[in-house]
């Protein structure tokens, strides 16, 4: 099945990307319809988020949604095949030379980028200027694990790195000059998280960016990336480096990095990745959501 469905990926990447698009429409409101286990869950985390939305508003959103992981996932065939110069002319990098500037002063950068659907267009743009390291979840499917380091690894030098080996490996490769493409919000459960507010409910959180940042004595520049509508391609914006961060209260800064993906999940809530469990661990004694 698993080789099926990437020799329709590879197929489906020559299509210009506004046919795509209508095509990931077309899936994205079949997914709705048909995988009705993340549909619970995606219900759930909309209606924790957003109490103010109607049943009917939550549903046009869950919608849209899935319409966006639809086009993500039909849309990596161009980052695994396609050339390198049409991904240049899809993604657009906005702010880039602030993490270039910030690599010629000597520092170390991590680059703090949310669960929006069009995180790893940017990263695959972003290989094409430097070489960076990130971090990579063990996937069941072994094929599908090799197809999205590929995908990561294609152009320069990147570093992958296994998140179960930890942050050393990360620290050490941003003190040799790469910059960290840093994934912060899902729920890696209670062994590694801290419970700090997200969307108004206490949310495991992995405190990682304060605690790398202080280790590599790192700048953290914010990196938002939005899909365009119906096939224009997608822009990554690099926001300016934070300052005053970190400080010596790893849960203020960790409270700190959720409000602001908080505030830009707002702005654009159809793109989040809804459809995890962000809030499956709960503090000791709540009952579960999901």
């Known amino acids: 099945m698993t080789r099926l469905f990437l020799a329709f990926l590879w197929c489906f990447h020559w299509l210009?990307?506004?046919?795509?698009?209508?095509l990931g429409w077309c899936i994205g409101q079949l997914l709705y319809l048909l995988v009705v286990p993340r549909r619970r869950v995606l219900h759930?985390?909309?209606?924790?988020?957003?109490?103010?939305?109607?049943a009917c508003q939550c549903r046009r959103l869950a919608r849209r949604v899935c319409v966006a992981?639809?086009?993500?996932?039909?849309?990596?065939?161009?980052?695994?095949?396609?050339?390198?110069?049409?991904?240049?002319?899809?993604v657009e990098l906005q702010g880039v030379d602030k993490i270039k500037r910030l690599h010629a002063?000597?520092?170390?950068?991590?680059?703090?980028?949310?669960?929006?659907?069009?995180?790893?267009?940017?990263?695959?743009?972003?290989?094409?200027?430097?070489?960076?390291?990130?971090?990579?979840?063990?996937?069941?499917?072994?094929?599908?694990?090799?197809?999205?380091?590929?995908?990561?690894?294609?152009?320069?030098?990147?570093?992958?790195?296994?998140?179960?080996?930890?942050?050393r490996g990360a620290v050490k490769a941003m003190k040799r000059g790469r910059p960290?493409?840093?994934?912060?919000?899902?729920?890696?459960?209670?062994?590694?998280?801290?419970f700090v507010p997200f969307f108004g409910i206490q949310t495991a959180t992995v405190p990682g960016l304060p605690r790398i940042a202080k280790l590599a004595h790192a700048a953290v520049v914010p990196l938002v990336v939005r899909m365009k509508p119906w096939g224009q391609g997608y822009v990554g914006e690099f926001q300016d480096p934070w300052s005053d961060f970190p400080t010596e209260d790893v849960e203020a800064d960790t409270t700190r990095m959720n409000a602001w993906i908080e505030a830009e999940v707002r702005k654009m809530p159809e793109q989040y990745y809804w459809v995890h469990k962000r809030f499956k661990t709960r503090p000791e004694g709540e009952a579960r959501f999901y």
Request: proline share 5%; glycine share 6%; net charge neutral.
């Open 16 to 22: 210009p990307l506004p046919v795509q698009a209508v």
């Open 180 to 194: 960290f493409y840093y994934l912060p919000d899902l729920d890696f459960g209670p062994k590694e998280s801290i």
């Open 105 to 167: 002063e000597g520092r170390a950068v991590v680059m703090l980028v949310p669960h929006f659907v069009g995180l790893d267009m940017a990263g695959s743009r972003m290989a094409m200027e430097m070489d960076c390291v990130s971090m990579y979840s063990a996937q069941n499917d072994k094929l599908v694990e090799k197809m999205l380091l590929h995908g990561r690894t294609r152009f320069g030098q990147q570093e992958l790195l296994s998140r179960q080996d930890g942050i």
């Open 69 to 90: 992981v639809a086009r993500s996932m039909l849309e990596r065939g161009v980052l695994w095949w396609a050339s390198e110069t049409r991904i240049r002319k899809l």
């Open 44 to 54: 759930t985390n909309l209606r924790l988020c957003f109490p103010e939305f109607s």
